[in-house]
């Protein structure tokens, strides 16, 4: 039996502590997962500015771009493991700090090597971050609530896809100090960070023993219940799964090339959507950033929608295509035409990549074996995040090569065509006849382990 249902007062004083811990922790990690995002992403805005005053070009910023995402990946696992030794509060209050300062020392590179260096320690900063914040929720809600959590701290990805355009091309307009607009822009972004960092501080505990605003009924009965999923869970899981035991599986390499070319299209348009809209018109720095909310406004109502339909018909490899094929339409649209439907395109395109990232989880999530699920979709997430690197690095390179854009949108049309096609292949539960497959043999493997 479930502890928290043990008793009447178990169950009110679980209750109580969930809405009290939504109400104090979720507000502040979608405000997090905002400053966090935006300081990603802002480099989008800057591209003519860093070529202009310091004669980066297109490859080159392309694969400082994309350097954020290697930084990333690389210590993603070790800042993990740190946030278990040290604390989460401590931890991610060092996260913010350190992605802060290194976001605002953005405004002193000189070359492309300081711009390359910069971008990979952004990423080393904020290694940690995402995963961090899902490990807190496991310390802090019962299974049933943590589903939900999660749908409003990613709806801050959302809320900074839209923030983003207007409050940085704000801040780009300002000159003084010496200093041009690109890199006030930075420091005042950097330090927001950094100001916020101390609200983390002040309101996050490490664990539900250390905080004094939940009452002694309430710290007991959460501590019992998540105490008792935590050994439910190190029961069924493996003590280890490598890499390269999930990667014998054809179905999780599937599942990692779909979600890569998802994510490289989402990267691409973000990065170099700026670079659209200014060829639209001779607009300042804070009208391509209004522009620059339209694309992501129409993609989350889509997501939306996207949903709905798929709750209400059970297909869920079609609904990805769909989407897959609405991007690829939408990119060759763009990379055919001029400014203005090209940026409609990209607008057309958005309703298809951003539903496609939320619409392919549940795929992999039916197939896998519970046991090594969450393995398997941390390994799927990281190798999918690449696309963050190859996109911007890729449509650089191109630009510099050909002085236009459009191989790089025609290539995210080709890679979301090739990935709606390859969406068919992917499965949603094993098959009998896949006795042998990884998922099945390390099921196997952790069963025999438990008894």
Request: aromatic residues 12%; glycine residues 8%.
């Amino acid at each position: 039996m479930n502890p928290s249902q043990s008793s009447p007062a178990g169950n009110l004083a679980l209750t109580s502590a969930v809405s009290k811990i939504k109400w104090r922790i979720l507000p502040l990690f979608v405000a997090m997962f905002i400053i966090n995002y935006i300081d990603r992403v802002n480099i989008g805005f800057v591209r003519s500015h860093l070529s202009t005053d310091l004669g980066i070009g297109a490859a080159a910023f392309g694969l400082g771009a994309g350097l954020f995402f290697v930084g990333y990946a690389i210590f993603e696992v070790p800042s993990n493991m740190l946030l278990q030794r040290y604390g989460a509060r401590a931890w991610l209050t060092r996260i913010m700090f350190t992605w802060g300062l290194v976001a605002a020392c953005m405004a002193f590179v000189q070359s492309e090597t300081s711009f390359y260096v910069m971008r990979f320690l952004l990423g080393v900063a904020e290694a940690g971050f995402f995963p961090g914040v899902v490990y807190y929720f496991t310390q802090w809600l019962p299974n049933h609530e943590r589903g939900r959590a999660m749908a409003i701290f990613l709806s801050g990805s959302a809320i900074a896809s839209i923030l983003s355009g207007p409050i940085t091309g704000a801040l780009l307009l300002i000159e003084g100090g010496g200093l041009h607009g690109w890199q006030w822009m930075f420091i005042i972004e950097g330090a927001a960070s950094m100001v916020f960092c101390v609200v983390v501080w002040l309101v996050l505990d490490s664990s539900p023993r250390d905080a004094k605003w939940l009452s002694a009924e309430q710290r007991e009965a959460l501590a019992t219940v998540i105490a008792a999923e935590q050994e439910q869970r190190a029961a069924n899981r493996p003590a280890h799964v490598s890499a390269l035991t999930l990667l014998r599986d054809p179905q999780i390499v599937l599942f990692c090339l779909i979600y890569f070319a998802i994510q490289l299209t989402i990267y691409g348009a973000t990065f170099w959507l700026p670079t659209i809209i200014k060829k639209m018109g001779h607009f300042n720095d804070f009208q391509v950033g209004l522009f620059n909310t339209i694309p992501w406004i129409v993609a989350i109502g889509a997501m939306y929608l996207f949903a709905v339909l798929a709750a209400r018909h059970k297909k869920p490899q079609m609904w990805v295509a769909t989407a897959l094929v609405i991007s690829a339409v939408g990119m060759a649209i763009s990379a055919s035409t001029g400014p203005v439907i090209g940026f409609a395109a990209v607008c057309f395109a958005a309703l298809g990549f951003k539903a496609a990232s939320s619409l392919f989880w549940p795929i992999p999530q039916a197939y896998l074996d519970a046991r090594i699920a969450a393995a398997v979709l941390a390994l799927v997430n990281s190798l999918g995040n690449l696309g963050g690197f190859f996109a911007p690095a890729t449509f650089g390179y191109l630009e510099q090569k050909t002085g236009s854009i459009e191989g790089g949108l025609y290539a995210l049309s080709a890679a979301s065509l090739v990935a709606a096609v390859l969406v068919f292949l992917a499965r949603t539960r094993p098959s009998a006849q896949d006795g042998g497959d990884a998922v099945q043999a390390q099921g196997e493997a952790v069963t025999k382990r438990a008894a």
